[in-house]
Nanobody
Framework: QVQLVESGGGLVQAGGSLRLSCAAS????????MGWFRQAPGKEREFVAA????????YLADSVKGRFTISRDNAKNTVYLQMNSLKPEDTAVYYC?????????????????????WGQGTQVTVSS
């Protein structure tokens, strides 16, 4: 079992920054890929970013490239999502998740269905 706890969400003005954290615990999570997704009201869950625990390779959605970065701290078992130049359209509940089917970044990591473990989510609201 893997447990994930997100934190760091909040209310910020457009152009501001937030850093989300996802603390992981349990068996084997650091052998896999960790992803961040977001879901706005009335919309489907959307891929944001992913990172491989093993080699640190990353992949970001086009909508956040150049603004967001994903990183990990192996000693703290924590993955971060640094969000800069935030826009109102970034408003959503942000979730971290573990894809236990792979240790490397591949096309499947973009799909929510590939992830077997999810955190409870943290709200990010960007005001205009």
């Amino acid at each position: 079992q893997v447990q994930l706890v997100e934190s760091g969400g909040g209310l910020v003005q457009a152009g501001g920054s937030l850093r989300l954290s996802c603390a992981a615990s349990g068996r084997g999570f650091n052998s896999y890929v960790m992803g961040w997704f977001r879901q706005a009201p009335g919309k489907e869950r959307e891929f944001v970013a992913a990172i491989s625990w093993s080699d640190g390779s990353t992949y970001l959605a086009d909508s956040v490239k150049g603004r967001f970065t994903i990183s990990r701290d192996n000693a703290k078992n924590t993955v971060y999502l640094q969000m800069n130049s935030l826009k109102p359209e970034d408003t959503a509940v942000y979730y971290c998740a573990v894809d236990s089917t792979t240790s490397i970044i591949r096309v499947g990591v973009l799909k929510p269905g590939e992830y077997g473990y999810w955190g409870q989510g943290t709200q990010v609201t960007v005001s205009s």
